[in-house]
T-cell receptor
Framework: EDQVTQSPEALRLQEGESSSLNCSYT??????LFWYRQDPGKGPEFLFT???AGEEKEKERLKATLTKKESFLHITAPKPEDSATYLC???????????FGIGTKLQVIP | GAVVSQHPSRVICKSGTSVKIECRSL??????MFWYRQFPKQSLMLMAT?????????EQGVEKDKFLINHASLTLSTLTVTSAHPEDSSFYIC???????????????FGEGSRLTVL
């Protein structure tokens, strides 16, 4: 069974203090690793898809990287509006189901 | 593009009544839709997968007679919580997988979620 473990569960940063969120996964044949942002009381908002080890994607202050066992979401010089829960998910070969981690709740303090 | 709309965003009902939640893909055809349930401080729990024109596939432990899912068209799926009880109170989120029109790459696009409170 696919598993996704995210760490830390919560992270508090000062504005401008860069950091990384971790997503460790086990899946039988990775078809895609996804990062989402979720604000309280809202549905997840798609950020990135990564498909193979070594792949990187960037969007504004966010950069996602992928290895064979884990993915990192790097946040450079975060702002208070980056505060949210960041979810990692994986999908394996041959099926539709996407498995999510619990998420990392990020708080950026001005 | 890839917008999914979910309605209602909040619903309060009495115990024993049924509640219907709609999920629409606004600008693409969704051959597959997924329904999730989310509890505080827990990951999204997949309830069922529905493909247009066929019966939904439910995850283990999800009562198909309580959570009725209909995917009648390529842009609409509905979740009906029948004979709702307080333990059904939760945050329900639908998602859609883009089909060929989006150059299907596996991403899910989520609706805004529906907060159900059963009194």
């Amino acid at each position: 069974e696919d598993q996704v473990t995210q760490s830390p569960e919560a992270l508090r940063l000062q504005e401008g203090e860069s950091s990384s969120l971790n997503c460790s996964y086990t899946v039988s044949g990775l078809r895609g690793l996804f990062w989402y942002r979720q604000d309280p009381g809202k549905g997840p908002e798609f950020l990135f898809t990564l498909y193979s080890a070594g792949e990187e994607k960037e969007k504004e202050r966010l950069k996602a990287t992928l290895t064979k066992k884990e993915s990192f979401l790097h946040i450079t010089a975060p702002k208070p509006e980056d505060s949210a829960t960041y979810l990692c998910a994986v999908r394996g070969v041959g099926y539709q189901k996407v498995t999510f981690g619990i998420g990392t709740k990020l708080q950026v303090i001005p | 593009g890839a917008v999914v709309s979910q309605h209602p965003s909040r619903v309060i009902c009495k115990s024993g009544t049924s509640v219907k939640i709609e999920c629409r893909s606004l600008d693409f055809q969704a051959t597959t839709m997924f329904w999730y349930r989310q509890f505080p401080k827990q990951s999204l729990m997949l309830m069922a997968t529905s493909n247009e024109g066929s019966k939904a596939t439910y995850e283990q432990g999800v009562e198909k007679d309580k959570f009725l899912i209909n995917h009648a068209s390529l842009t609409l799926s509905t979740l009906t919580v029948t004979s709702a009880h307080p333990e059904d109170s939760s945050f329900y989120i639908c998602s859609a997988a883009g089909g060929p029109s989006l150059g299907y790459t596996g991403e899910l696009f989520f609706g805004e979620g529906s907060r159900l409170t059963v009194l």
